[in-house]
């Protein structure tokens, strides 16, 4: 089956914008918008089950708690617990004096009273109306012609006044939306927004919202851009209007049109605040606001502590928040790949004494959104070395040398393929201790050792099994790692060493790192010991480190026994 001929069933939806001299490519955000949030209006219709009275009141909390200012919290005239709620929020004083609550209604009369009802004794408040102007509303769902949706709009404005009027102690805005404004002629969504504006003189110290929406997203990004630029130049009484933008995400461009918007003109946005919304969703407030952040834009909302909102949004709508998510997502911040991991484990070698934010993959520090390090890099069978050393560096501050990142990446690759699934820091942790502290085959095992000193000179003295035989030996050397190894008398040289803390305070513990090479073979090996005393830990990674040289053939049991002897 394939899909129908697109150029037979389907046609634009949107009038072509005669722009050549526009100006939004050109510009750049520097300023935050007036943020609207509408999570309890358009969020809260799109859920599986509306909110109730205590879930819209957290959510309003939390919305309030981020900085939002306008916050539509629902359609009163349309539904008894929306009502209620604003009669709650209101008679119970839990409006900040700083915030405007909006209410939608539809442009009719016994709704736009019953709307008033519901605001009484607000301090401030927004009463958003609408009607669609678009040709197919018109002449599908309105059944009028132009002058008709448009006398729609007036008698609508106009009782919006006459009841406002009823109530002088309330801080007013007035907000008309021209309903699938992206898929109207602008000449007849400027006749009639104008139109609404002169009822409500709109003016720059009583300024009036005009919603231009992407109701349906019908076009592609700079087309609304266009859109916008083309009203922001033509409106009347530019200055007493606040040009809004509310974009659905139908094309999956939600983002990029309002950011764009913006540019063109746009002073407020619309939006939920991980993007809820009817079929696709409103815009992804907490996405722009934050793509502003990574600019060095002040948002003016806080995303701080990001989990806390996601789990309040969550909690509320029963909708989960998507884990590749921009910037709230449980995996937004995490590499599994291994040029990915190597990469950002460089990056935060240099990033520690830098100022400027400057990470390979990470666009935004997931610090100043409340999140850790520890997610930021995750291993399964698609990691490399980078990774699994970042790890075990992060959260046992095991630092592997080079050449032990990448045998022991062998290890963790093989375990991974073996069982499919990511493997966290602590498994991570025992497969090393596993294959190079606590090796499995003890061709050697030290049962008891006794250090002294002769005149500068290190003496060891120790009881060790050598193939289930115990035998005594006696060593000498200038430090007890040279003693030990002289009283094993093995062909071996000590290729690299390392001694590091892997833990604080009454608990720290010493781990040592050894490579080993048998002489005249160019072959070796690595061990590792972990103990609370540095030396016990040092002859633990040579006897681990021995025992690994046998299981892999290059050091023989004859040799073993024979140094032993």
């Known amino acids: 089956m394939m899909l129908a001929d697109p150029s037979k069933k389907y046609r634009r939806m949107y009038q072509r914008v005669d722009l050549p001299d526009r100006q939004w490519p050109n510009k750049e955000i520097t300023k935050a918008p007036i943020w609207m949030s509408t999570d309890l209006r358009d969020g809260n219709q799109a859920i599986f089950e509306p909110m109730n009275m205590e879930q819209k009141f957290k959510m309003f909390k939390m919305l309030v708690k981020i900085g939002f200012k306008h916050i539509e919290i629902g359609f009163p005239s349309a539904s008894q617990i929306d009502f209620d709620f604003t009669r709650m929020l209101i008679e119970e004083n839990h409006i900040p004096d700083d915030v405007y609550i909006e209410v939608l209604v539809q442009a009719r009369d016994h709704l736009i009273e019953r709307t008033f009802e519901s605001l009484a004794g607000a301090k401030r408040a927004i009463v958003h109306i609408y009607n669609s102007n678009s040709p197919t509303f018109r002449q599908k769902v309105l059944n009028v012609d132009v002058d008709g949706a448009k006398q729609l709009a007036i008698n609508a404005a106009q009782k919006v006044k006459e009841y406002a009027a009823q109530y002088p102690q309330t801080d007013w805005i007035f907000q008309y939306s021209p309903e699938c404004f992206s898929a109207t002629e602008l000449e007849v969504a400027k006749d009639v927004c104008d139109a609404v504006t002169e009822i409500w003189d709109a003016r720059p110290d009583h300024k009036v919202i005009l919603n231009l929406p992407a109701t349906v997203e019908v ?328 025992n690994r040289l046998i299981d892999q053939g290059v050091l023989s049991t004859d040799q073993v026994v024979a140094a032993a002897v």
């Not at 930021?376 to 630092?399: D, M, P, T």
């Not at 720290?508 to 609370?532: N, Y």
């Open 219 to 546: 076009s592609t990004p700079n087309v609304y851009a266009d859109q916008i630029e083309w009203m922001h130049r033509n409106l009347a009484r530019r200055d007493g209007v606040i040009i809004s933008v509310h974009c659905h995400n139908d094309r999956g461009c939600g983002i990029a049109a309002s950011e764009l918007a913006i540019m063109a003109g746009a002073d407020r946005v619309e939006g939920c605040v991980f993007g809820n919304g009817e079929r696709t969703g409103n815009v992804d407030v907490a996405a722009i606001a934050l793509n502003m952040y990574t600019q060095g834009v002040a948002p003016e909302l806080d995303f701080s502590n990001i989990n806390e909102v996601i789990a309040t949004v969550e909690e509320c709508t029963g909708l989960p928040v998507h884990p590749r998510h921009p910037y709230a997502g449980d995996l937004v911040f995490t590499a599994f790949s291994g040029s990915h991991q190597d990469a950002i484990k460089k990056g935060f070698e240099y990033q520690k004494n830098e100022e400027i934010w400057d990470m390979p993959y990470l666009p935004i520090d997931p610090k100043d959104l409340g999140r850790d390090y520890d997610a930021v890099i995750r291993v399964n069978s698609q990691s490399g070395k980078g990774g699994i050393a970042y790890l075990l560096e992060s959260n046992y501050n095991v630092v592997l040398p080079r050449r032990l990142q990448i045998e022991f990446s062998q290890v963790v690759q093989q375990y991974a393929d073996e069982n499919g699934t990511e493997i966290n820091a602590k498994e991570i942790w025992t497969l090393f201790k596993d294959a190079y502290v606590d090796v499995k085959n003890h061709h050697y095992t030290v049962k008891h050792y006794k250090l002294s000193d002769i005149n500068g000179t290190q003496i060891i003295e120790l009881d060790i099994d050598v193939e289930g035989e115990t035998q005594q030996l006696r060593g000498e050397g200038n430090g007890p790692i040279s003693a030990f190894l002289n009283a094993l008398q093995l062909p071996i040289d000590v290729l690299n060493y390392e001694e590091r803390s892997i833990s604080s305070g009454a608990n720290a513990k010493a781990l040592t790192l050894i490579e080993l090479q048998v002489k005249g073979t160019g072959k070796g090996s690595f061990g590792a010991g972990v103990h609370d005393n540095t030396v016990t830990s040092s002859i633990e990674a040579i006897i681990a480190c021995t």
